[in-house]
């Protein structure tokens, strides 16, 4: 039972838009820590996608976009492309554990 | 151009101590807030956290795994060692290490280590 909850799976067609949500506690993502988000494509080590909750690094389209409130965390993604089919993870530091924790992971199925 | 590589035993038996290598290139572990570190992957499964050691020599454990791990760096290989006791077929997974200003912005391609007697 990870820490972050996420969905285990969304979905959308091409050119959709779809949301994944994290949902964590007071002690991590409530406690105003960051959350960052992560992209693992198949056979792949994962890849920062957004940091500090709404950054984008460099390379990475603007199609990704984050959000946080309260004690959850949203990655969108707009224009849904076969290629953005991956698994995503969220990411946050905890208070009370003293260290880093990571969602389930969701599964994206572009349809 | 940071870079990040895993090395170790492919295969372990149980009860054994696993010892993994990061060695890395493209960053300094002497500077604030740097940091390297451990997350893992059972085949299928989500990825968890390990442990992470900082610029300063601070480090952090998950807590559920605190007891077996240790890590340690040293600055002038450019190296981060993790080690891991009493390995179990429950430790089968692919092992990265990764790079930390806050968030894992790099990371190693990843090294498949599996426990089997």
């Known amino acids: 039972q990870s820490v972050l909850t996420q969905p285990p799976s969304v979905s959308g067609a091409p050119g959709q838009r779809v949301t994944i949500s994290c949902t964590g506690s007071?002690?991590?993502?409530?406690?105003?820590?960051?959350v960052h988000w992560y992209q693992q494509l198949p056979g792949a080590a994962p890849k920062l996608l957004i940091y500090?909750?709404?950054n984008r690094p460099s390379g990475v389209p603007d199609r990704f976009s984050g959000s946080k409130s309260g004690t959850s965390a949203s990655l969108a993604i707009s224009g849904l492309q076969a290629e953005d089919e991956a698994d995503y993870y969220c990411q946050s530091y905890d208070g009370s554990l003293s260290g880093s924790v990571f969602g389930g992971g969701t599964k994206l199925t572009v349809l | 151009q940071i870079t990040l590589k895993e090395s170790g035993p492919t295969l372990v038996k149980p009860t054994q101590t696993l010892t993994l290598t990061c060695t890395f290139s493209g960053f300094s572990l002497s500077t604030s807030p740097v940091g390297v570190g451990w997350i893992r992957q059972p085949p299928g499964k989500a990825l968890e956290w390990l442990a992470l050691i900082y610029w300063d020599d601070d480090k952090r454990y998950s807590p559920s795994l605190k007891s077996r791990l240790t890590i340690t760096k040293d600055t002038s290989k450019n190296q981060v060692v993790l080690t891991m006791t009493n390995m179990d077929p429950l430790d089968t997974a692919t092992y990265y290490c990764?790079?930390?200003?806050?968030?894992?912005?790099?990371w190693g391609q990843g090294t498949l280590v599996t426990v089997s007697s």
């Open positions: 990764a790079h930390s200003e806050y968030k894992y912005g790099h």
């Open positions: 007071s002690s991590n993502i409530g406690a105003g820590y960051d």
């Open positions: 500090a909750n709404f």
